[in-house]
């Protein structure tokens, strides 16, 4: 979502939660992030190929829903930060350690906050998988979804997901549920990507409009 900062936060907020679909879901040894490619400025368009779905690490990667500016600045401080703690720790950043620096950043800023929702995915020693909002509040899922669309994703969550589903059943789900939302949501549209992420690392995938 591409918005102008000059208005009140009230609305500013309001409007830009309202702009894409994203979903997340816990699958047996992997996680899958699944997110549409529309960017909206109100009820304009602005651009057809957004890429919602980040690449932090070699296998974590963040899903964005809210303002394009505050999610892909946010982005680049966690990739930043990993590698970093990464070099100076001289092993792996946890997604669990991810999570929360991003929380605690975003509740730091909660009086002129990011206004964006977050969904991170990542494998450390097993699939995780967390969900962000923009004061900072942190909690580890199953599945979850973000975005003006969420409230149809997450019923098609809720009705096909179940415990250790293989990762292709599983990235099918949300495929599914982010394409449902896609059908009745406006702001939501133009094809979906997915990813898979599991002990081997990051494999990314690109599914069409249905009919």
Same mark, same amino acid.
């Given at each position: 979502?591409?918005?102008?900062? +000059? ?68 982005? *680049?401080?966690? +990739?930043?930060?990993? +590698? ?18 991003? %929380? ?19 494998? *450390? ?11 900072? %509040? ?9 975005? %003006? ?14 415990? +250790?589903? %293989? ?17 009745? *949501? ?26």
């Amino acid at each position: 979502m591409y918005f102008d900062r +000059n208005v009140k936060n009230s609305e500013t907020y309001e409007k830009a939660l309202h702009g894409t679909t994203t979903v997340g879901l816990i699958a047996k040894d992997a996680v899958i992030l699944a997110a549409d490619r529309r960017a909206t400025a109100g009820t304009f368009i602005a651009h057809r190929k957004t890429r919602k779905i980040l690449k932090i690490t070699d296998k974590m990667a963040l899903t964005t829903a809210g303002l394009v500016a505050d999610a892909q600045v946010l982005a *680049d401080w966690l +990739n930043t930060q990993m +590698n970093y703690l990464t070099i100076t720790k001289k092993q792996p950043v946890t997604v669990r350690e991810a999570a929360h620096l991003l %929380s605690l950043l975003l509740y730091r800023y909660k009086l002129f906050p990011f206004y964006v929702q977050l969904i991170l995915g990542g494998y *450390d020693t097993a699939p995780r998988l967390f969900s962000l909002d923009l004061y900072g %509040s942190l909690v580890e899922e199953k599945y979850t979804s973000t975005g %003006s669309g969420s409230p149809i994703a997450i019923g098609v969550l809720e009705d096909g997901y179940r415990e +250790n589903m %293989s990762p292709e059943e599983a990235r099918k789900l949300a495929v599914k549920a982010v394409q449902m939302a896609l059908k009745r *949501d406006s702001a939501t549209g133009d094809g979906v990507d997915s990813v898979i992420i599991t002990s081997e690392g990051i494999k990314e995938f690109s599914d069409p409009v249905q009919p």
